[in-house]
């Protein structure tokens, strides 16, 4: 059964510009939230989204959005980059309809804005 | 607003002994209380979690107790081995409207001595 996976591992943009952040499910769930990851502190929820809906956001400005496709894999995007906006970027999967806690995350993507 | 935090950023044990680490939460609304285990280069782990109306859990070699009276949470760790090595993040589930959301700590850093 394979794992969440992320794309890209690395990507290094300059401020103002706009990434895309890849992330395939793993095989059987239909959740995928999307969190921050700043270097040396905690996760910070961004967003999560079950059968291809929005269903909650973390506080976070607008130019954090994502989407959820029909194969449950994900998206997500960041427009406007600002220099605080490196850090490592995890996606975690899990079953809707279970209790949540036990979300399935990939190795992230970590992003460096210059 | 809501938190979760750590008593203590990192913990040095030797290999062998049985490691405590110890966590703070303020939101009482949380249905869960969560474990999760990062080691280098890797996205995190879901450990073991516990229901709010609890205050026990035991799993393989590691054991949450719940504290509501004090909103404290801590994950023991019998026989720490050098792959215990890594940060471990505490995290509650609490329902956000329709939608549930993890809310993670920063993290400790377990060290395993030779």
């Known amino acids: 059964e394979a794992g969440v996976t992320q794309s890209p591992t690395h990507l290094i943009k300059t401020r103002g510009q706009q990434v895309t952040l890849r992330c395939s499910s793993q095989s059987g769930h239909n959740t995928v939230s999307w969190y921050q990851q700043a270097l040396g502190l905690g996760l910070q929820f961004l967003l999560w989204y079950d059968e291809g809906e929005e269903r909650n956001r973390g506080n976070f400005p607008p130019r954090f959005s994502g989407r959820q496709f029909p194969n449950y894999s994900s998206e997500l995007n960041v427009n406007a980059l600002e220099l605080e906006d490196s850090a490592l970027y995890l996606c975690a999967s899990s079953r809707a309809g279970q209790s949540y806690n036990e979300q399935f995350f990939g190795p992230g993507t970590r992003l460096t804005v210059l | 607003g809501e938190s979760v935090g750590l008593h203590l950023p990192t913990l040095s044990v030797q290999e062998g002994d049985n490691s405590i680490i110890n966590c703070a939460y303020s939101n009482s609304a949380s249905d869960y209380f969560i474990w999760y285990k990062q080691e280098s280069g890797k996205g995190p782990q879901f450990i073991i979690d516990i229901r709010s109306n609890m205050d026990k859990r035991q799993g393989q070699r590691v054991t949450v107790l719940l504290n509501k009276t004090v909103k404290h949470l801590s994950l023991q760790i019998a026989a720490t081995q050098p792959g215990d090595s890594a940060v471990y993040f505490c995290?509650?589930?609490?329902?956000?409207?329709?939608?549930?959301?993890?809310?993670f700590g920063s993290g400790t850093q377990l060290t395993v001595l030779p």
């Open positions: 995290a509650e589930n609490f329902a956000s409207g329709s939608a549930r959301q993890l809310t």
